[in-house]
């Protein structure tokens, strides 16, 4: 599993680990590792098995309890008993099962706009991972671009967001774009049909939820009727229902911002999560 291992020059003792989404891998996390380094905090950035630097093999155990064993796996070859634990968007569900398989380990979790909060199978139908496959075969850029800034940014495009895309759609010009994009459709399988909703009120460690509001994110909304794709990926809503679910859980909402708050409103994100990181063991209440 390739990683990033930003080190603080004047290190405070702990260590964060960030763990990116679906469409993304650890690229996105640069300012974010930078700032947390220059409050003193050892940075560790995974890219998961088949996403970014990391082999891409077609049959490997997809599964979030395998991606979280390797979590705890690359702090053992690190030589890191404990870590604070961010996931954003599908990485916020690799955080959630690590927090509950290792939480001896994990000092804090954080969830930036996590996917997962609902359980899209009791309401979308299946898609098979051959029929994810197809889907996956069509993209390009254009569509890649596209998606994004209709589902992530409301239609507004900055700079800030065109590197995510261009390394996303750069696979679809490889040669090995049809294994990579087999991989792509097992992962999408995983997220489907490996929910964590059902176990928030297991999670033993203080969480910060960041929640951006604005979001609508859900896996196969497409795939239902208007009525049901209304209710789907209420971020204004399901970031309360999970904050309420976990127990030492504090809710920080950013109104009128989208599935990616650490790049379309930096700001509002890192002022949060500094605070959550440097605060006692235990939230102020919500």
Known sequence: MAYMDVRPA???GHTVLLLHGKNFNGDYWGRTAADLASAGYRVVIPDQIGFGKSTKPIGYPFSFHQFAANTAALLDHLGLERAAVLGHSMGGMVATRFALMVPDR???LVLVNPIGLEDWKRVVPYLSVWDWYEQELQKDYASIRTYQLESYYDGAWRPAYERPVELLAGMTLSPDWPRMAWVQALTYDMIFTQPVVYEFGDVAVPTLLIIGT???TALGKGLVSEEV???LGRYDELGERTAA???EAELVELDGVGHLP???VYGRFIEPLLR???GPSTPSAR
Request: net charge neutral; hydrophobic share 25%; charged share 50%.
């Open 10 to 12: 004047d290190p405070n």
């Open 106 to 108: 994990t000092e804090r």
């Open 214 to 216: 604005r979001d609508r």
């Open 229 to 231: 794709r209304q209710r």
């Open 245 to 247: 679910a976990i127990p």
């Open 262 to 264: 650490h790049l379309e």
């Open 276 to 278: 959550f990181l440097e």
